[in-house]
Nanobody, 116 residues
Framework: VQLVESGGGLVQPGGSLRLSCVTS????????MHWGRQAPGKGLEWVSS????????YYGDSVEGRFTISRDNAKNTLYLQMDSLRPEDTAVYYC??????????WGQGTQVTVSS
């Protein structure tokens, strides 16, 4: 199982970024997928989840209305569109999956820094 995030970087407040998570080693289209983040000096925070078919999405209160999760099952890829970014969104962002009967698998993370 592999999950590889990309798309992070430095952006000014109010800007946008689109994160990608390319996966392999499991049947991507069969599983819910998730984004989490960890800000400097803080614990892990759940950000968003999407159902296996993409029809249901959920967001944490801090990102509701600004972030959009999506997936392309043909490409085994998960996305997170982040708009109206704020300094408090600065964190390492991870995609992860919880396979049946197995532990969670996490990517290596991608750094997002929101600063002027």
């Amino acid at each position: 199982v592999q999950l590889v995030e990309s798309g992070g970087g430095l952006v000014q407040p109010g800007g946008s970024l689109r994160l990608s998570c390319v996966t392999s080693g499991f049947t991507f289209s069969a599983y819910w997928m998730h984004w989490g983040r960890q800000a400097p000096g803080k614990g892990l925070e759940w950000v968003s989840s999407i159902s296996s078919g993409g029809g249901s999405t959920y967001y944490g209160d801090s990102v509701e209305g600004r972030f959009t999760i999506s997936r392309d099952n043909a490409k085994n890829t998960l996305y997170l569109q982040m708009d109206s970014l704020r300094p408090e969104d600065t964190a390492v962002y991870y995609c992860y999956v919880h396979l049946v009967g197995k532990p969670q698998y996490w990517g290596q993370g991608t750094q997002v820094t929101v600063s002027s």
